[in-house]
T-cell receptor, first 116, second 113 residues
Framework: DAGVTQSPTHLIKTRGQQVTLRCSPKSGHDTVSWYQQALGQGPQFIFQYYEEEERQRGNFPDRFSGHQFPNYSSELNVNALLLGDSALYLC???????????????FGSGTRLTVV | GENVEQHPSTLSVQEGDSAVIKCTYSDSASNYFPWYKQELGKGPQLIIDIRSNVGEKKDQRIAVTLNKTAKHFSLHITETQPEDSAVYFCAASTRANAGKSTFGDGTTLTVKP
């Protein structure tokens, strides 16, 4: 059973450029959340997608946008990249049907974005 | 919004000793508290979780306790092994916003053989 798959694993971009990161959720999962993890810090919630719509959003500017496809996979787009956007971007998936079991998420290994 | 504080930031123990990591949260509406282990180059992996209607939960060498009144919860690892060395994160969320977890800043645990 494949877990959460993220691509690419590493990426180097120049300030001002745009980037798209991709995530395939774990089989059976329909909800995808994106997190940003700066070096030495805990993950910070960016937004969550369910039924192809953004359901919740953290304190991130509009430069961060996303999309969810009918097969539940998701993309994270960041425009006008800043040096401070350098971080590990994590995708986490879960099932909306998990009402009695754990609410925990399955995380991917992340995409390491470096902005130069 | 929710704020989660985690202590200590680094913890070094001898193999076989116990390790304790503590977290506090601010939002009394939070009712779900997972703990994640993150190894180098990998994403966080859920190792144990607890809900607000339970005071303690154990899974082999790992246990978590929750004090709702004081708004703090702790991770206990007994009989530590070198493979327990990793960064551990606590998090808090509500069932209604289960996708929006607030994480602590992590504890780097080193288990010396």
């Amino acid at each position: 059973d494949a877990g959460v798959t993220q691509s690419p694993t590493h990426l180097i971009k120049t300030r001002g450029q745009q980037v798209t990161l991709r995530c395939s959720p774990k089989s059976g999962h329909d909800t995808v959340s994106w997190y940003q993890q700066a070096l030495g810090q805990g993950p910070q919630f960016i937004f969550q997608y369910y039924e192809e719509e953004e359901r919740q959003r953290g304190n991130f500017p509009d430069r961060f946008s996303g999309h969810q496809f009918p097969n539940y996979s998701s993309e994270l787009n960041v425009n006008a990249l800043l040096l401070g956007d350098s971080a590990l971007y994590l995708c986490a998936s879960s099932s909306s049907g998990d009402s009695s079991s754990n609410y925990g998420y399955t995380f991917g290994s992340g995409t390491r974005l470096t902005v130069v | 919004g929710e704020n989660v504080e985690q202590h200590p930031s680094t913890l070094s123990v001898q193999e076989g000793d116990s390790a304790v990591i503590k977290c506090t949260y601010s939002d009394s509406a939070s009712n779900y508290f997972p703990w994640y282990k993150q190894e180098l180059g990998k994403g966080p992996q859920l190792i144990i979780d607890i809900r607000s209607n339970v005071g303690e939960k154990k899974d082999q060498r790992i246990a978590v306790t929750l004090n709702k009144t004081a708004k703090h919860f702790s991770l206990h690892i007994t009989e530590t092994q070198p493979e327990d060395s990793a960064v551990y994160f606590c998090a808090a969320s509500t069932r209604a916003n289960a996708g929006k977890s607030t994480f602590g800043d992590g504890t780097t645990l080193t288990v010396k053989p």
